[in-house]
């Protein structure tokens, strides 16, 4: 007898295998049978004719990790079939902590909902805290080098010293011990982007050698993407680690069209035997915070030394001037997508901003445009971020359609009601994964279903080791989304962002069913899973 039978939709196996016609049993947690089920009795039957079947997809590239804890239900995540999100990523995740920099952290945090205190030290106190309160999806959890920094050296602009570099392999070996699945890095975030190649070599070594992987915003996505891109190749070379290239891009109209050449920079590693792959969001607009604008010497010492040289004039002139006349060397977000092209996304303390261009706002105030930023960093104690306007249709046609590339939404579980909807964020965290299936397969035909579906599912599945999800099969575990090809879409827009996806009928979450007719259940039977 079967929990569960969803009758007569199109298998689409996340191996990139035509779909077939068949119905999936559901028994516990796990796919019990495929195939012509029509003689198995089961507890509840769905009838599913014209619908498509696919893994539950598993959000690669996802900064969750705080929102959930006010969002376990992951309203805007599951209602697009995610069903299994990679967290922790651009250097960033909640754990580990030292206690004697406990602020320094809250500091730099963006968001941080009721639970999200700190009180923790290691990934495994963190994460068997986060699983108590329960999650409507499943959860990977990868540790931020920006965190075992902070943890081991504060906001300090140099190397480490050897006590230091050896602390962090500590941390890198004990959070992988504790449940993380690989280390991440943000090479333009302070104070992961005070690195050398080589101190990265060092802690990916240790993540490799717990069978962890290695995923890195790089260090420029604009004028220094190739460099960038070799620095990540060559870090999983040096630590014998695969690797994992975030969000995919390259930025500012000058460097339109080199995403073919990062890709071939893969493709020539992978050649060589490393591992290397990538994914990518279906936008062809960014998005992070606004203190990314300003030179990296202003973060040093931590969130509250910048907004100290913010309120003082002279360093705040010094400041502007570098602003303005561009940032050789570093990741440069203004040369890459204007002002113009800035809109404000989050502006705590200041919500009149919020959907403006960062231009027509300081017009506004009668201020030039790198006051009216610095203006938003004060007011909101460094934690309002912004969308860039700067990226190419081409360049992202060009990465979806890569055999190596899958989907990351770089995006957080929100929702339409509440603090969680608030703000005009990136449409990425609504929208992502249905807008693959709307806009990419069904309406420009740049990929199969059964491709783009493998991209959601069975690739990043293989990538990260992920056994028994990632596909359908009988024995797997019961992840699935049930959508209809003909009407999913992605509501969301830059104008409009707090819209839920449609069309996604039913998803499964380790047997159980969160999204019931396009409504979610309530049900919360996700997890925190623990790496092979
Ligand atoms: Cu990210
Ligand atoms: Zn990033």
């Known amino acids: 007898m079967l929990d569960t039978k969803v009758e007569g939709a199109t298998v689409v196996d996340g191996t990139g295998a035509p779909g077939f016609r068949a119905d999936v049993g559901i028994r516990g947690e796990t796919i019990a049978a495929v195939g012509n089920l029509s003689r198995e009795p089961a507890g509840t039957t769905l009838r599913a004719a014209g619908l498509t079947l696919a893994p539950g997809f598993i959000d690669m590239h996802s900064h969750s990790d705080w929102r959930l804890w006010a969002n376990r239900r992951a309203e805007s995540k599951i209602r697009q079939g995610v069903t299994t999100e990679v967290v922790g990523n651009c250097g960033f995740s909640p754990a580990p902590v030292n206690p004697s920099s406990r602020e320094d952290l809250r500091g730099f945090a963006l968001y941080l909902p009721e639970g999200m205190d700190f009180s923790w030290r290691s990934v495994e106190e963190y994460l068997k805290r986060f699983d108590a309160g329960g999650c409507a999806l499943n959860v990977i959890q990868l540790v931020g080098h920006g965190t075992l920094r902070v943890a081991a050296m504060g906001f300090a602009r140099r190397k480490p010293a050897d006590a230091e570099l050896a602390h962090m392999q500590r941390l890198v070996a004990e959070s992988l011990e504790g449940g993380a699945w690989g280390l991440s890095t943000g090479l333009i975030y302070a104070p992961g982007s005070y690195a050398e190649t080589d101190e990265i070599v060092q802690l990916a070594r240790v993540a490799g050698h717990h069978r962890g992987l290695y995923a890195s915003h790089i260090r420029g996505e604009g004028a220094n993407l190739l460099n960038a891109i070799s620095e990540a190749i060559r870090i999983g070379r040096e630590g014998e680690v695969p690797v994992q290239v975030s969000h995919l891009k390259a930025a500012g109209r000058p460097h339109w069209g080199k995403v073919k050449d990062a890709l071939a920079l893969i493709d020539a590693a992978r050649a060589e035997g490393l591992d290397v792959t990538a994914d990518v969001y279906p936008y062809t607009a960014s998005s992070t915070t606004l203190r990314t604008?300003?030179?990296?010497?202003?973060?040093?010492?931590?969130?509250?030394?910048?907004?100290?040289?913010?309120?003082?004039?002279?360093?705040?002139?010094?400041?502007?001037?570098?602003?303005?006349?561009?940032?050789?060397?570093?990741?440069?977000?203004?040369?890459?997508?204007?002002?113009?092209?800035?809109?404000?996304?989050?502006?705590?303390?200041?919500?009149?901003?919020?959907?403006?261009?960062?231009?027509?706002?300081?017009?506004?105030?009668?201020?030039?445009?790198?006051?009216?930023?610095?203006?938003?960093?004060?007011?909101?104690?460094?934690?309002?971020?912004?969308?860039?306007?700067?990226?190419?249709?081409?360049?992202?046609?060009?990465?979806?359609?890569?055999?190596?590339?899958?989907?990351?939404?770089?995006?957080?579980?929100?929702?339409?009601?509440?603090?969680?909807?608030?703000?005009?964020?990136?449409?990425?965290?609504?929208?992502?994964?249905?807008?693959?299936?709307?806009?990419?397969?069904?309406?420009?035909?740049?990929?199969?279903?059964?491709?783009?579906?493998?991209?959601?599912?069975?690739?990043?599945?293989?990538?990260?080791?992920?056994?028994?999800?990632?596909?359908?099969?009988?024995?797997?575990?019961?992840?699935?989304?049930?959508?209809?090809?003909?009407?999913?879409?992605?509501?969301?827009?830059?104008?409009?962002?707090?819209?839920?996806?449609?069309?996604?009928?039913?998803?499964?979450?380790?047997?159980?069913?969160?999204?019931?007719?396009?409504?979610?259940?309530?049900?919360?039977?996700?997890?925190?899973?623990?790496?092979?």
């Open 293 to 532: 604008l300003l030179p990296g010497w202003a973060l040093e010492g931590g969130t509250w030394a910048m907004l100290e040289r913010l309120h003082d004039p002279a360093t705040r002139g010094k400041i502007r001037d570098e602003i303005e006349k561009g940032r050789q060397g570093e990741e440069d977000h203004v040369a890459n997508a204007g002002w113009d092209g800035i809109l404000i996304a989050y502006a705590p303390n200041c919500p009149e901003a919020e959907g403006r261009r960062l231009s027509e706002f300081a017009r506004g105030r009668g201020v030039a445009p790198a006051e009216a930023a610095m203006d938003l960093i004060l007011l909101s104690d460094g934690k309002a971020s912004m969308i860039l306007f700067q990226l190419d249709e081409a360049d992202l046609r060009t990465a979806l359609g890569h055999p190596r590339v899958m989907i990351g939404s770089d995006g957080s579980a929100l929702a339409t009601h509440g603090e969680l909807g608030k703000g005009k964020p990136h449409p990425r965290s609504y929208g992502t994964f249905p807008r693959v299936l709307a806009r990419y397969c069904r309406d420009e035909g740049l990929l199969s279903t059964e491709k783009a579906v493998h991209k959601m599912t069975g690739l990043p599945a293989k990538k990260l080791g992920l056994k028994d999800r990632g596909v359908i099969r009988a024995g797997a575990k019961a992840d699935l989304v049930g959508f209809n090809e003909k009407t999913v879409s992605d509501l969301a827009t830059y104008e409009n962002p707090h819209r839920y996806a449609a069309g996604i009928e039913y998803v499964f979450v380790n047997g159980r069913l969160v999204i019931k007719g396009g409504e979610h259940t309530g049900s919360l039977p996700g997890r925190v899973l623990t790496p092979p």
